[in-house]
């Protein structure tokens, strides 16, 4: 067999691992039932009004999409308030993220800053754009160590990393503090915000600086269907840059990255307000609920601004995790993200938010 020569970088690679399915944990333990709670996905499913949007438009299937997907870049600009010429849809906001490390850091001379447990995708990145990767120390109880950050930017920083609501604590940082940050940053540094998790803060106008956009020149949102709006599966997302910037991205990217049903559920999912106030509403209830039992159980928890908590069982947590697979239950122990000893959890349906307390509380015998 043939050996071909890749990037070095490409050799020590560790691939991205996501949470288990409901069917190989089915198939693995001859189960009929399993409860996924492990992957930040909307607990309500798809809208009615999305499902049906995509069925009479599947025979468009063959079609090309519209470049760069205008029809829908109007609607988020009409729901955001952000000029048109500042928005760029994205096949999943990851698209954006990559696109980003890409075309504007340089490889082999910039870097970007990040903080530790967070995200993987960022870590990915910019190896694979060969760009130096740093990581400060989180703050006490995992706060976001914006001052630390803002301290490691330097000349060739193209980029500082925030992801707020965090992933996979849940903590949010303040628009007022993001404001300060985005203010002291080098020249040439862009404060890019990932609220893939946005939709559940309260009160929103505390968090994200998307309202006062036109403030600000150096700063990136990014923003995500995949949640709130329960379209994980179809890939859209979208990225909130300075005009210029999002104009040089368009012109380097690959084209009809986004799907024409993508594009249409989309459309549909930002217009349909019942399904998106009825998720929030089920979010924060079951959020509420969780802070409220897990405690019960001997768990320690951390406060959480989006649709899943942080909680440190008293047994070990991969025992936990695995102990809860063999009932039917899925959650995401955080040993990726470099917390052992921690699960994250995100929130159900009402049953199902009370079957895992039930559960947890059968493997932890209380």
Not at 80 to 91: F, K, M, R, T, W
Not at 146 to 171: F, H, R
Not at 175 to 184: I, K
């Amino acid at each position: 067999m043939r050996e071909f020569s890749v990037r070095s970088e490409i050799l020590e690679f560790d691939p991205y691992t996501p949470g288990l399915t409901i069917e190989q944990i089915q198939q693995q333990y001859g189960l009929d039932t399993v409860i996924k709670l492990a992957s930040n996905e909307n607990p309500l499913g798809v809208s009615p009004v999305v499902q049906k949007t995509v069925a009479n438009n599947a025979d468009r299937a063959f079609r090309y999409p519209e470049n760069h997907s205008p029809r829908l870049v109007k609607e988020i600009s009409k729901h955001v308030g952000v000029p048109a010429e500042s928005i760029l849809v994205g096949n999943g906001s990851d698209e954006i993220i990559d696109m980003l490390f890409r075309m504007k850091a340089r490889p082999g001379k910039s870097n970007v800053v990040c903080y530790e447990n967070c995200f993987s995708m960022y870590r990915m990145c910019a190896k694979l754009a060969g760009v130096e990767y740093r990581e400060v120390a989180r703050g006490e109880n995992f706060e976001l160590p914006l001052d630390k950050m803002a301290e490691a930017a330097d000349e060739n920083t193209a980029m500082v990393i925030v992801t707020s609501p965090d992933n996979p604590t849940g903590v949010a940082a303040g628009v007022e503090d993001l404001s300060v940050l985005a203010g002291v940053l080098p020249e040439d540094c862009l404060l890019v915000v990932d609220e893939a998790y946005i939709d559940f803060v309260w009160p929103p106008e505390s968090y994200t600086p998307v309202q006062a956009y036109d403030k600000f020149d150096n700063l990136v949102v990014l923003r995500t269907f995949s949640k709130a709006y329960g379209l994980a599966g179809l890939r859209v997302g979208y990225g909130i840059l300075p005009p210029k910037l999002a104009s040089l991205m368009k012109n380097a990217r690959i084209p009809f990255t986004v799907n024409l049903l993508a594009e249409d559920a989309a459309v549909a999912a930002l217009n349909d307000e019942v399904f998106y106030n009825e998720t929030l509403q089920l979010v924060m209830r079951g959020r509420e609920y969780f802070m409220e039992e897990l405690p019960k159980l001997g768990c320690k928890v951390w406060p959480s601004q989006a649709n899943f908590l942080m909680f440190q069982p008293p047994k070990p947590a991969q025992t936990v995790f695995k102990a809860l697979l063999k009932k039917g239950v899925i959650v995401r122990p955080l040993a990726s993200f470099g917390l052992g000893k921690l699960i994250r959890v995100n929130v159900g349906t009402d049953h199902e938010n009370k079957e895992f307390i039930k559960r947890l509380g059968e493997v932890l015998g209380a």
